[in-house]
């Protein structure tokens, strides 16, 4: 199986910045999907960015121009870089992998962006 665990949240400012990353382990098919979700409370999971194990990237309408995500294949991790935090990207930020076979999910770290 393989593990997920999410770091890099935090409390942060309207404007300001922050990096989450994600390190797999396990046993890990090569050719996989990673991602990232977010969950606000009283609201379901979205997805925000994912990246195939090529490059190729899709993105929410809403962090458009402002989140990156990227993947460092070597070390099986997924980055989320965000810029110009605004209040409603508050949310528990989940990554995720998806291979042939499985989907599997991270514990989630918590993202407060607030004055």
């Known amino acids: 199986q393989v593990q997920l665990v999410e770091s890099g949240g935090g409390l942060v400012q309207p404007g300001g910045s922050l990096r989450l990353s994600c390190p797999a382990s396990g046993r890990i098919f090569r050719i996989n999907t990673m991602g990232w979700h977010r969950q606000a409370p009283g609201k379901q999971r979205e997805l925000v960015a994912a990246i195939s194990y090529g490059g190729s990237t899709n993105y929410a309408d809403s962090v458009k121009g402002r989140f990156t995500i990227s993947r460092d294949n070597a070390q099986n991790t997924v980055y989320l870089q965000m810029h110009d935090l605004k209040p409603e990207d508050t949310a528990v930020y989940y990554c995720?992998?998806?291979?042939?076979?499985?989907?599997?999910w991270g514990q989630g770290t918590q993202v407060t962006v607030s004055s």
């Open positions: 995720n992998l998806a291979d042939p076979l499985n989907t599997y």
